[in-house]
């Protein structure tokens, strides 16, 4: 897993996820403080997939207001930008070279992300597309809305991996990004207590 990534039709299913999984740690998760971010973001994902079928506006605003930008908050502004000596790459490189969402991608979706109550607002009936909306009513049709918004943003990048880089990577990548909030709990529970030690970058020894 060190050195170059094999070619994903030479893995099987389990071995790419790994790969992804692997490639994005040790590529966008060095900082401890993004790590700790990550902790509480994927706690708070977890209490949103339970919520989701059942209040739908509340999930909504935990998954995009508190775990959303939480974990970007992580990535924009502690993840170190310059030459990554751990793995021999610049952050050009990594950026252009990443599966899922890069930051460009990230900015792109969360100004989507931004204007969905301002549209709501002018017109809760979506040109006509929808019946008109007040309220409570109203909210819900936000929350639902930013739901939507995320599995449209899932399936749109999923769509793009099954026709460029083949139907496998794709359903790989959809699985790590569904399975992160696990995966980060996983990996990251410590981390609050390397940041208590006054440790802000993982040495990633393991890698």
Not at 174 to 203: C, E, H, M
Request: charged residues 15%; hydrophobic residues 50%; proline residues 5%.
């Amino acid at each position: 897993m060190n050195g170059s990534p094999s070619p994903a039709a030479a893995m099987t299913f389990l071995e790419e996820l790994r790969e992804q999984r692997w490639d994005d740690h040790r590529y966008y998760h060095q900082s401890r403080v993004n790590q700790a971010l990550h902790l509480l973001s994927a706690c708070t994902f977890l209490v949103v997939y339970g919520l989701v079928a059942f209040h739908p506006m509340l999930a909504a605003v935990l998954g995009w207001v508190v775990a959303m930008w939480v974990r970007q908050l992580g990535h924009f502004f502690f993840e170190p930008r310059g030459f990554d000596k751990v793995n021999g790459a610049t952050f050009e490189h990594k950026e252009a070279v990443k599966v899922g969402f890069n930051l460009e991608r990230k900015v792109a979706l969360l100004v989507v992300w931004v204007t969905i109550p301002g549209v709501l607002w002018l017109d809760s009936s979506l040109l006509g597309l929808l019946p008109p909306a007040s309220g409570a009513d109203w909210l819900d049709r936000l929350g639902w809305a930013w739901i939507g918004l995320a599995g449209a943003g899932l399936l749109a990048r999923t769509s793009w991996l099954v026709v460029h880089r083949g139907a496998q990577t794709g359903l790989v990548w959809f699985t790590k990004i569904v399975t992160d909030p696990f995966n980060d709990i996983r990996w990251y529970w410590k981390s609050p207590y390397y940041l208590a030690k006054g440790q802000l970058l993982d040495p990633m020894d393991h890698v």
